[in-house]
Nanobody, 126 residues
Framework: QVQLVESGGGLVQAGDSLRLSCVASGRTFSSYTMGWFRQAPGKERDFVAGITWSGATTYYADSVKGRFTISRDNAKNTVYLQMNSLKPEDTAVYYC???????????????????WGQGTQVTVSS
């Protein structure tokens, strides 16, 4: 497993942008597929975006497609989530997740991820 630490959350207004970062410990980061999930109060933890180990393939939830971009820098052990045109319904705690997997498919189920960060709060006011 890897240790994950997210940062970059905050309070913004609708239409603003934020970039979340997630730094992973260890020397095998490039062996992991990565995902971002979010959880609003009283709701399930939902998939937001994912990226394969090489960065060649990404996948997004319909609710964020065209507004959010996931990327990774394997040299820096970091995965990013660029969030543009934020809406109040994007308000949630955002979690970074890792799964040791060298395949070519994005993993979208939270049950398949092995490691999780502590989360970072994103609040979007209207």
């Amino acid at each position: 497993q890897v240790q994950l630490v997210e940062s970059g959350g905050g309070l913004v207004q609708a239409g603003d942008s934020l970039r979340l970062s997630c730094v992973a410990s260890g020397r095998t980061f490039s062996s992991y597929t990565m995902g971002w999930f979010r959880q609003a109060p009283g709701k399930e933890r939902d998939f937001v975006a994912g990226i394969t180990w090489s960065g060649a393939t990404t996948y997004y939830a319909d609710s964020v497609k065209g507004r959010f971009t996931i990327s990774r820098d394997n040299a820096k052990n970091t995965v990013y989530l660029q969030m543009n045109s934020l809406k109040p319904e994007d308000t949630a705690v955002y979690y970074c997740a890792a799964k040791r997997y060298n395949g070519h498919y994005v993993v979208t189920s939270r049950h398949d991820y092995d490691s999780w960060g502590q989360g970072t709060q994103v609040t979007v006011s209207s």
